[in-house]
């Protein structure tokens, strides 16, 4: 049964990180950082393209560098069923 809350179990989703660093109108010399976690597909990341094209468009902070890392966390290969479980103490 497929729950549309979980759609990341279904599709090839990611674990993807973002550090943009940015500069504020006001104050040109100095870097700011702000790190984004989202559940992302790579390698085009939609998700995260549509994130900075939000902030290009509302918010007045210049992007300066964008760092994108990701880690598959479930691949179809990885779900297998299993017969039985023992705890060992």
Known sequence: MYHSNVPWIVKPYCLATAEILYRMPDYPNLLQSFI???????????????????????????????KIASKALMKPAEFRRVDQMWTLH
């Not at 984004?36 to 290009?56: C, G, N, V």
Request: a negative charge; zero cysteines; glycine letters at 0%.
């Open 36 to 66: 984004w976690q989202t559940m992302d597909m790579a390698p085009r990341f939609p998700s995260i393209a549509k994130f900075l094209s939000h902030w290009e468009k509302n918010i007045e902070a210049d992007i300066f560098l964008v």
